[in-house]
């Protein structure tokens, strides 16, 4: 059940809650919506929730790798998703 697709309504949902404050998480936010949405599972969309209960500065502090996860108690399935979310290294 945790590896099942997510469905439309579910999708939709997750989007609207991941709505944020700060334009960079939203625009870091859409580009990971762009690239997985098809694909993103039940585990997923739990880890992108968990992610959210985040405030938006540390939220992105922690796709900008200004902080590590490591900081936070993040479960695995959070975990998987900040690194599908993250910004490439230069």
Same mark, same amino acid.
């Given at each position: /059940? ?45 880890? /992108?929730?968990?992610? /959210? ?30 690194? /599908? ?6």
């Amino acid at each position: /059940m945790d590896e099942d697709l997510l469905d439309a309504r579910s999708l939709s949902k997750l989007r609207w809650r991941c709505r944020r404050g700060l334009l960079e998480n939203d625009l870091l936010i859409e580009r990971f919506f762009e690239k997985y949405e098809t694909s993103l599972t039940v585990s997923q969309a739990r880890g /992108m929730s968990e992610l /959210m209960e985040l405030a938006d500065n540390d939220l992105l502090d922690l796709l900008l790798r200004r902080k590590e996860e490591a900081e936070l108690p993040l479960s695995p399935e959070t975990r998987k998703v900040l690194e /599908m979310l993250r910004v490439p290294r230069p």
